[in-house]
């Protein structure tokens, strides 16, 4: 079974500065989805970056950006320029692309919640 | 466009009730998805609807809980009866297709928390 863990339930941040979160995998397979999403206080968990894991190309979307080190498992969230509205959970996820038990479900991590701090 | 909206967003219930959360998914989204977050833990799958059928529901943790999609538009869970263990954060997501690929992002509906006491 796959799973994914995040290791830091908590991290904090100052306004305008970088973070990374850190996220790992354990997936016999070889062809799978890596995501990040948001959920902000009482609000609509987003989808923050997607990582096909055929693509060697790190994703990148505006001051997000992920680390994925496929023979690694890993694959950690750069958050650059941090912003308050940055505050929120974070979790790691994972699926696969084709049918079969259970494999269009996402796996989530633990979340690490992240605060900025003005 | 409406998102996903989930009702509650809150529910307290006493042990042995029986409490029904409900989901609309985006409208067009024949993939409807339910997922538990109880305190402290993953957000946990628990069962897949496609339109009104029940792709997988090997998340479901026993049988006092039933998932619906009649006519395969909004989707009710039911609760019966509620146990201690039950409380958490019920999430509902939709999405137009699956696998991770195009078209396939999951919408998250706000969740609702279910507290049992």
């Known amino acids: 079974a796959q799973t994914v863990t995040q290791s830091q339930p908590e991290m904090s941040v100052q306004e305008a500065e970088t973070v990374t979160l850190s996220c790992t995998y354990d997936?016999?397979?070889?062809?799978?989805?890596l995501f990040w999403y948001k959920q902000p206080p009482s609000r609509q968990m987003i989808l923050v970056i997607r990582?096909?894991?055929?693509?060697?190309q790190n994703a990148t979307e505006n001051r997000f950006s992920v680390n994925f080190q496929k023979a690694a498992k890993s694959f950690s969230l750069k958050i650059s320029d941090s912003q308050l509205g940055d505050a929120a959970m974070y979790f790691c996820?994972?699926?696969?692309?084709?049918?079969?038990?259970?494999?269009?479900?996402?796996?989530f991590g633990k979340g690490t919640k992240l605060s900025v701090i003005p | 466009e409406a998102g996903v909206t989930q009702f509650p967003s809150h529910s307290v219930i006493e042990k042995g009730q029986t409490v029904t959360l409900r989901c609309d998914p985006i409208?067009?989204?024949?993939?409807l998805y339910w997922y538990r977050r109880v305190m402290g833990k993953e957000i946990k799958f628990l069962l897949h609807?496609?339109?009104?059928?029940?792709?997988?529901e090997s998340g479901m943790p026993n049988n006092r809980f039933l998932a619906e999609r009649t006519g395969g538009t909004y989707s009710t869970l039911k609760v019966q009866p509620a146990e201690l263990e039950d409380s958490g954060v019920y999430f509902c997501?939709?999405?137009?297709?699956?696998?991770?690929?195009?078209?396939?992002?999951?919408?998250f509906g706000q969740g609702t928390r279910l507290t049992v006491v």
């Open positions: 997501a939709s999405s137009l297709s699956v696998g991770g690929g195009l078209n396939t992002e999951a919408f």
């Open positions: 997936t016999s397979e070889s062809d799978y989805y």
């Open positions: 990582q096909e894991a055929y693509k060697q």
């Open positions: 996820a994972y699926n696969l692309p084709y049918s079969g038990a259970g494999s269009y479900q996402l796996t």
């Open positions: 409208s067009g989204h024949d993939n």
């Open positions: 609807f496609v339109k009104e059928s029940k792709q997988d």
